[in-house]
């Protein structure tokens, strides 16, 4: 059974920084795409970025703020977020292999 966790959303304020992390299980190999995407209120979903083989993307509006990694023994996929706005409030989602965790609400404040 697969299960994707995600956690580290809080309220912050402007230019503050979070840590989201999406604890996989029951994924075997690295062979796949891992994604965070987000879903702000009253809007639809939006891709944020991707990891696979150590290769990085990031969609335009976080590139430079925010760093994907993925930690292969841990099994786990991290989002380093920095100077935060507020237009990155939203519900993050971890994705995977067709997978999706329940999301982690991160909140930014002025």
């Known amino acids: 059974q697969v299960q994707l966790v995600e956690s580290g959303g809080d309220f912050v304020q402007t230019g503050g920084s979070l840590r989201l992390s999406c604890a996989a299980s029951g994924l075997t190999g690295s062979s796949y795409w891992m994604n965070w995407i987000r879903q702000a209120p009253g809007k639809g979903l939006e891709w944020v970025s991707s990891?696979?083989?150590?290769?990085?993307f990031y969609s335009e509006s976080v590139k430079g703020r925010f760093t994907i990694s993925r930690d292969g023994a841990k099994n786990t996929l991290y989002l380093e977020m920095t100077s935060l706005q507020v237009e990155d409030s939203a519900v993050y989602f971890c994705?995977?292999?067709?997978?999706w965790g329940q999301g982690t609400q991160v909140t930014v404040s002025s």
């Open positions: 990891i696979k083989s150590g290769a990085t």
């Open positions: 994705a995977a292999a067709g997978y």
